[in-house]
């Protein structure tokens, strides 16, 4: 693991998920995804995500940001991630 490079923090929207808010403490990350618990860490340039429900692991999550104001990435169902289940996955940053 790698020192965090960037912050994911703040308020994001997609068009798959509504309503997503993320903080960032070092390399940890927690916050929400819709109804979705989010638990993860920013290992250089990436974040990794585990998105929970009723206490089980229902997606993981890989985000990149090209530019502040943008998460790009993919989701799958599956835990561990398997590409068979991609999902392509854009945020667009809605507040701080």
């Known amino acids: 693991m790698l020192p965090a490079t960037i912050s994911v ?3 994001w929207t997609s068009s798959g998920w509504k309503d997503v ?3 960032q403490t070092d390399r940890t990350v927690k916050g929400h995804f819709d109804e ?3 638990d993860g860490v920013v290992s ?3 974040a990794y995500l585990l998105a929970s429900r009723d206490g089980r692991y229902r997606y993981s999550v890989v985000l990149e940001m090209p ?3 943008i998460l790009l990435g ?3 169902r599956s835990i561990p991630y398997e590409s068979r289940n991609r999902q392509d996955l854009r945020l667009d940053r809605t507040g701080p």
């Open 9 to 11: 923090a703040g308020s």
């Open 21 to 23: 808010v993320l903080s």
């Open 36 to 38: 979705y618990a989010i």
């Open 44 to 46: 250089g340039s990436k």
């Open 67 to 69: 530019s502040p104001h």
């Open 74 to 76: 993919y989701y799958s």
